[in-house]
């Protein structure tokens, strides 16, 4: 498992050439592109994307970055069943907010279906290509296995002539879903699978979200995908691990074709800790409502760290922290969060918020002030604000306790603690409902302990925060936690992975006290609640009447000191 927190703070400008680094930069010493570096993302719109995804992008985008190259965005659209405009609309702005800057160059594999189709077509001619009337069980059986050879189509030998007109009349619409397949001609003995005899089109009676009801015959991803590449002028394919054993059809398909054949590299896709990345498993999770939709802060797509107040740039960090590496490993999912902190401690509005609020009740203070709050002590251009303080405040419930623990430091009956920006006060009185709860502080305070101005020079360990009961801001606070419970949900493979959901992945504290600084805030804005942790204003409930806050990440990973239980 890797675990790569400690490279986050290193201060080199220096980039780390990647293997894949190494190879364009011979490439480009041997003129081999004629001096070009031209890369793609091609997602399928399929769904929405998700941090494997943003790897990728970072990638491919860096690499045309960092090589005065160029970066294309196409969507593989050769399956119109499971395809939808929503999900082209969400991949762009996706990749955009990501920087991945794909200029003007948006494209579609439904763009090049003719000239795909013409290919197909050369291919029959040159006997490389055949119809095959064999149902998807028969041509399994007939495939063998990974020791036994296949065994050949009754099909393979059909005429040249029989298989244009077939593949014609497959075009046309004269045949029934499943009922013929075109299939390219290589090898049944070939001990890479996926060379014995490949499907290239299948027929899908289907409307297509770009090209209607035009086509009813679909090319496969493998047919399609180096011919995109090929028509796009592409230089480097970068691909994860699993396409490795696709390449040799990318080249065969290339070569067959004898036009503009780009190089596929390799390299491991990311996993994460707590997560799973399926599109299948991820879209079950929407559509049997386990989460609120691709965007639920919980989901691990980028719409979703969006909502939650993850930033572009800490993404990017993190992609070039891991790195990219030849063979699949497992990423420590602290990695990306500590990633998240470190940007966001360096950018986030600080202020004041009280999620369980107790009053308490300052006896000798009377009148009220603005104290002067520190808008962040990272960024000091970002200045100070004013905070309102009265006799009555709200404070944590969890920073008082009538019977503290050894190295308490908060307040205690005839304790004292400190105001953050304030004063320091006694605890006097407690006060209790019938039930025996602490509903109540009265405390005093010491005038002279102002925080800043005082006089006085007394000290108490502890430090809490507040907020004016007169002034508080009522908000929601969402507290997202890790979707899953185990660290590695591939490994349970005698478990359903909707069984490992964690059933506290969600609470919701309705009335959360903040101070009225966040008046002014807008859905997307982001802040660190002190001594709390990161939080953004929710991009989807926040109405004029109520504020919704989402937490982004916690101060700290205290999930591996308590084992996911808080």
């Known amino acids: 498992m890797e675990n790569n927190i400690s490279n986050i703070n290193d201060s080199s400008k220096e980039k780390s050439k990647n293997f894949i680094y190494e190879i364009i930069d011979e490439d480009l010493k041997t003129n081999k592109w004629n001096g070009k570096v031209h890369t793609r993302f091609p997602p399928e719109p399929n769904g929405y994307l998700h941090i494997g995804h943003a790897k990728s992008i970072c990638l491919n985008y860096g690499i045309a970055r960092d090589y005065t190259g160029k970066f294309n965005l196409r969507f593989d659209d050769t399956n119109p069943t499971k395809e939808d405009q929503e999900y ?80 014609n009349r497959m075009k ?39 090209t209607g009801n035009k086509w009813c015959i679909y090319p496969t991803y493998d047919w399609a995908h180096g011919l995109e590449d090929s028509i796009e002028g592409i230089t480097h394919s970068i691909c994860t691990l699993e396409f490795e054993v696709h390449r040799p059809l990318y080249d065969w398909f290339l070569n067959e074709l004898e036009i503009h054949h780009p190089q596929q590299i390799e390299f491991a896709r990311l996993n994460l800790t707590y997560t799973v990345m399926s599109k299948r498993k991820l879209l079950e999770l929407v559509e049997q409502k386990f989460v609120d939709g691709w965007d639920d802060p919980r989901m691990p797509t980028i719409s979703a760290y969006r909502r939650r107040g993850y930033t572009p740039e800490a993404i990017q960090n993190f992609a070039e922290i891991i790195g990219v590496a030849k063979r699949d490993a497992i990423t420590e999912v602290a990695v990306l969060e500590h990633a998240i902190r470190e940007d966001l401690n360096k950018k986030s509005q600080r202020v004041m918020a009280v999620l369980d609020p107790l009053k308490v009740v300052i006896t000798n203070y009377e009148g009220e002030e603005e104290l002067e709050a520190v808008n962040n002590p990272e960024d000091a251009e970002m200045g100070h604000r004013k905070v309102p303080f009265s006799k009555e405040i709200y404070i944590e419930k969890s920073d008082f306790m009538e019977n503290p623990p050894k190295g308490f430091h908060r307040l205690i009956p005839g304790g004292e603690v400190r105001l953050r920006y304030a004063y320091i006060i006694k605890c006097d009185d407690v006060i209790k409902n019938e039930n025996g709860e602490v509903v109540q502080l009265n405390c005093s305070y010491d005038v002279e302990t102002k925080s800043g101005t005082g006089t006085s020079t007394k000290k108490v360990k502890g430090t809490i925060h507040w907020v004016s009961v007169k002034e508080a801001v009522d908000c929601e606070v969402r507290l997202y936690d890790r979707l899953l419970t185990v660290e590695d949900p591939a490994s349970e493979k005698d478990k359903d992975y909707k069984d490992l959901i964690n059933p506290n992945s969600l609470e919701v504290v309705p009335n959360a006290k903040l101070e009225p600084f966040v008046k002014s805030a807008k859905p997307g804005d982001r802040y660190q609640f002190e001594r709390q942790g990161y939080f953004c204003i929710d991009t989807k409930y926040t109405t004029k009447e109520k504020l919704v806050f989402n937490r982004t990440v916690t101060l700290k990973d205290t999930w591996a000191k308590t084992g996911g239980k808080k």
């Open 88 to 167: 082209v609309d969400s991949i762009i702005e996706d990749v955009k907010w990501l920087g991945g800057d794909f200029e003007d160059r948006i494209f579609y594999a439904s763009d090049y279906f003719d000239k795909m189709y013409e290919w197909a077509v050369l291919l029959i001619k040159k006997g490389k290509a055949y119809v095959d009337d064999s149902d998807p069980e028969t041509m399994r059986g007939l495939r063998g296995t990974v020791t036994e050879v296949g065994t050949e189509s009754p099909n393979r030998n059909r005429s040249i002539e029989e298989n244009l007109d077939l593949f």
């Open 172 to 210: 046309n619409g004269e045949f029934k879903n499943g009922e013929k397949v075109l299939r390219a001609k290589i090898d049944m003995s070939s001990p890479n699978m996926l060379l014995r005899d490949p499907v290239m089109y299948r027929i899908i009676h289907s409307e297509h979200h770009r």
